[in-house]
């Protein structure tokens, strides 16, 4: 079973396509745990990471298509990991705990929370990307299985979709050529990289395919923050070496010559104001909303959602539809292979479908994803001209709303 490196050795021809980093969501609030994870895995990780549990579960929740998991236990990870394996669609995402210490009390208590593996915060026993890969490859076989058994439904795109699928998009790309070659000229001029990205998403009949978007990141984001990391942490390094007397001292307190509010930390006296100081610029640093990963076009382009024009061509190569259910994250996929879900994946994929409109149509501030896919479900029974016709007009009003459908 391959892998996603293996995978994207075999594509190396496709320059203009950015080969698929595994990306994990990271919770940690250790400053220099998280730091030096970045610079040991940040050239093989995309990481994305979270100080907060709530930050973490709101970005799987709102379907960041994370690989897996990496939580540290002092961090909140314990309730962040519950609550992934006590949801009905987040618990297929493999999950990992790490601790200050293993000890033969915290594997068993791994065990009992029932997450995939366990480390050390700082990885010097195991192989942590050997294990991710396995994840992935568990996923794969996962995957083929499920292939195996919607096979018998015979899913074949109608000659009517596919031809308004085709002349559809073909039209599209021609309009939109001069703003597809803006847009990628822009990317070019802004950040070095290729100018489109990929990700895998489970399509009609369970296939695996390659769906696109612009790059909107740096190629070079997580060694960019090694160097913010590397100059922050060697400031302060020059602050302690310009301590006298052992002392780190705010700058009031180094005026009158003494600390009001002394410290004894590890061994040191600190400035109790200086180190509250230096922890809050340690976690506003760790705060990536506004992140320098994000390139300048690339914050234009999520707000816009112009990244999302590169599937235009996933469609013209019958990848997906205009219309039809939407194409899923590998992990999301894996948990509807049940008999009464995996009939969603017997339609075809698309760009817009039945529950995006539903939703617009009734006014709903959220739908459970057992709703979604109920109407993913009768979308496949019941779809036709008219239907797709109708998702189509409904869909163009949706595309004037910021909330994300």
Known sequence: METLTSIATHNKSEIAIMPALLRVVYLNKDYEQSIRFIENFGDRLQIEYFDTMRGALKALEEHYPADAVIASLEAGGKPLLEAIHNSAWLRKIPTILTVERLTPELIQEARRMKVDDIFPSN???????TRLHY????????????????????????????????LATGTALLMLSPLLLLIAALIKLDSKGPIVYKSKRVGAGYKIFELYKFRTMRTDAD????????LNMYNKQEELKAAQDNITLCDKCRNNGQCRHMLFLDGKQVCEKQYLEEKEAKAAFMKFQNDPRITRIGRFLRNTSLDELPQLFNIFKGDMC????????????????????ILRFAGPAGLTGLWQVTKRGKGKADMSEEERVQLDIRYVQNFSFGMDMSIILKTIPALFQSENV
């Open 123 to 129: 990885f010097d026993r195991g192989d942590l990307l």
């Open 135 to 166: 994840f992935v490859k568990r996923q794969h076989y996962a995957a083929m299985k499920a292939s195996q058994k919607v096979s018998v439904l015979h899913v074949q795109t109608p000659l009517w979709k596919r031809a308004i699928d085709v």
């Open 223 to 230: 060694q960019l923050i090694k160097k913010m990391a590397s």
């Open 322 to 341: 205009l219309v039809g259910n939407r194409p899923l994250p590998l992990y999301e996929a894996e948990k509807l292979t049940t008999d009464e879900h």
